[in-house]
Structures are given as structure tokens and as C-alpha cells.
């Protein structure tokens, strides 16, 4: 895949969209593979993962900051760290800043528990079940799994969006795990960006399902190799008004398929632009009936997949 820092740097429209909000610092902040633009942004790590984080596109002249009482700091160069993640999991809160404190961002660095850590197709009392075996990239193993308790899955990782969004639906009691990909969030902000940024004003997304373990993935009949279970799928919907219904989206005064479609041919719009392409994957169409309201899929899976269009 082309580098998203060389698609950034030829991509005024893109930079627009991840800057054209509040909630958006005024620089971004290069982690991994990933570029954010988000004053909050979730990274997830494993235990004493060492990870590299720069600014982007700031005043050449400004020196930032990177500030945090957990891990371990060295500097690279001017605007630049290494950092190595704590050995164990939690949630440790990193602070990107300009040396005048006029603007700031903060990285939500949550160390998860090893995947080698299931054992039996459990996690402390967790039912996980088995991922399947696959010498496909597209499937490779999570690396851990993000702890979720009562007192943090109110955690942002993105400006809108917290741990508790993309809990399984699974009955079970805390804590609970999930599996989530920097990159799937970050579509997801961007997609939201774009509604909004085009008239389709509204709060967040709803979840018809976020993360899926693969036991709950199996037990409602769905794919084995489901992108669900892999933390980058999300099954979306659009209620301003709490009604557990996809909104009147196309104004028209009715909520039916229309709506779905509707907001399912807003975001394949998306896929039309150049700076798109770190972002493609799937888009699915679901239309309502007896057990829920009509929705979409997205996911950020490397390659073009379309259905119940």
C-alpha cells in the first residue's frame, strides 16, 4: 500500500478533512503507520512495544513537547521520540504540546494483554473462542487484546468515539476484551468528518455491532474470517433522536430503505478520491428488519469489497 505520509503530502483535500474540526489540533502526529490529526487518539500496544511518534506539518520553527510519566522517553531529534510502552497493561496517557501551551493533542497509549495469553479460548474468565488459522496478512493474529473495566471504558480513543462503542454484544461480565485497529478508527472519525463536513450533520455514529469475539462471531452465523473479529468493522447507523432507528437521512419524511442507501452512497463517495486509498475496504448495505434497523458496514481491510448495494 502507498504511503499514507506520501498520499498526505500530495493531498490538500485530505488535510482539509482532518483538519476541519474543533476537535483537530493544528499539527499532526505521525505513530506507527498511522497519521492522526485528533486532539484524542487511541494507540494500542503490546507490553514494552518501543514505538516512534513525530509532529507533521507544524511551524518549522515551533519546538513541540512530548510529555508522560509512564514508559520510557528518549529524543530522537527536534520533534521527534522514541518511547517504549510500560510491561504492563493499562492505559498510559501521552501529551503531545507546542513549547507556548497554545495547542495540544493526546495519545491514549493502552498496553493490551498478549494474545498468548488465551488459553482455552478464554481470557481471566472471558470466552474469546478460536481465531482461525490463516497464512493470509489480511488475517494474521491480534497481537492483544484491550482490557475494558467499569471505570475505564468511558476512555476516548478518538474525538467522539470511547472503549465502550465497540464492546461485544456477548453477555458477560467485566471486564471485558476487544481487539480494535488504529487505522479502523481513524476511517471512522474520517468518514463521520466528511458527513458532517458535506450537510450530514450529526452527534456520532450507532453500533449495531463493533468488535466481535469469535465464540459471539459463531454463534450468530456469521463468516469465520469476519473483519469484525479482527477490530477494524463496524456496523453503523445514524439516531440523533434515540430511537434505535436510522434517521430520516434523505428528508423525504419517511425512515425506510431510502435512508440506508442514502447514507451508504454518501460514504462510497469517498472512495472516488486519490487520498482515499489508505482507508478502502469494505461497505456493506443492511436493510432493517424484525431484530434491527437498516445500517452499513465499513472497514479498512486494504482492498475494494461492496455488497447489498
Known amino acids: 500500500m502507498k504511503s499514507l505520509i506520501l498520499i498526505l503530502l500530495c493531498s490538500a483535500p485530505l488535510l482539509s478533512y482532518l483538519r476541519g474540526q474543533d476537535m483537530d489540533a493544528g499539527f499532526l502526529v505521525k505513530f506507527k503507520d498511522e497519521v492522526t490529526p485528533h486532539r484524542i487518539t487511541g494507540v494500542f500496544l503490546t507490553p514494552g512495544e518501543q ?21 520510557t522517553k528518549r529524543t530522537v531529534s527536534k520533534n521527534v521520540w522514541q518511547w517504549t510502552a510500560p510491561e504492563e497493561k493499562g492505559i498510559y496517557p501521552i501529551v503531545i504540546k507546542e513549547s507556548n501551551d497554545q495547542d495540544s493533542m493526546l495519545l491514549n497509549c493502552i498496553v493490551m494483554v498478549p494474545f498468548e495469553q488465551v488459553t482455552e479460548g478464554k481470557l481471566n474468565g472471558f470466552r474469546i473462542g478460536s481465531y ?9 493474529l491480534p497481537k492483544g487484546f484491550i482490557e475494558v473495566t467499569r471505570a ?17 454484544k456477548q453477555q458477560s461480565d ?6 480494535l485497529k488504529e487505522r479502523g478508527i481513524l476511517k471512522l472519525e474520517m468518514v463521520q468528518s466528511y458527513l458532517n463536513s458535506s450537510g450530514l450533520r450529526f452527534s456520532k455514529f450507532r453500533f449495531i455491532s463493533g468488535y466481535r469475539t469469535p465464540f459471539y462471531n459463531r454463534s450468530i452465523g456469521n463468516v469465520k474470517n469476519s473483519r469484525h473479529i479482527f477490530g477494524d468493522a463496524y456496523d453503523i447507523y445514524i439516531d440523533e433522536n434515540n430511537d434505535a432507528q436510522m434517521d430520516d437521512l434523505n428528508a423525504d419524511g419517511e425512515k425506510d430503505k431510502k435512508d440506508v442507501l442514502y447514507l451508504y452512497n454518501r460514504v462510497d ?34 482492498y475494494r469489497a461492496r455488497w447489498g448495494e
Open 152 to 168: 475505564n471504558e468511558q476512555t476516548h480513543i478518538s474525538p467522539h468515539y470511547t472503549l465502550k462503542d465497540f464492546l461485544c
Open 269 to 302: 463517495e469517498l472512495y472516488r478520491h486519490p487520498w482515499f486509498k489508505p482507508f478502502i475496504g469494505g461497505l456493506g448495505l443492511y436493510r432493517a428488519n424484525s431484530r434491527h434497523t437498516g445500517f452499513i458496514h465499513i472497514d479498512s481491510r486494504g
Open 174 to 179: 467485566y471486564p471485558k476484551y476487544i481487539v
Open 51 to 71: 514505538m516512534k511518534i513525530e509532529t507533521l506539518f507544524e511551524d518549522k520553527d515551533e519546538t513541540y513537547h512530548l510529555v508522560t510519566k509512564f514508559g
Open 132 to 140: 482461525p488459522k490463516s497464512t493470509n496478512e489480511l488475517y494474521t
